[in-house]
């Protein structure tokens, strides 16, 4: 059975950090792509990060600088350490995993892929 469950989310204020993690099963830890992916209120969800099993990465420019996704082997996880965080930054983050497009992993256009497996969220509010 696939899943995902993401902790680390919390409360902080803008310049702060925080450091996200999703547990993955053992048959989510080993798709092609894992990613994170936000979603503020009112706002279209949008991905933030992608690795994947060759651990490549990707980040989107609004956190490239301040965001970094990584994959912890020892303990199936999917992490991303968030730095420098802003106000805007604010939104329920989500852990997701899939097999991808061949080699391809897409996270940038959510309105025309949707990732198969996603965990249930975790709330970052950044404050002023």
Sequence with gaps: QVQLVESGGGSVQAGGSLRL???AS???YSMH?????RQAPGKAREGVAVIDSDGATSHADSVKGRFTISKDNAKNTLDLQMNSL???DTAVY???ADYGV???CPFTRTDIY???Y???GTQVTVSS
């Design 26 to 28: 053992a048959d989510a």
């Design 21 to 23: 993690s999703c547990a």
């Design 33 to 37: 792509c894992m990613a994170w992916f």
């Design 86 to 88: 802003k106000p805007e």
């Design 118 to 120: 996603w965990g249930q």
């Design 114 to 116: 949707e990732y198969k």
């Design 94 to 96: 989500y852990c997701a």
């Design 102 to 104: 061949g080699t391809i």
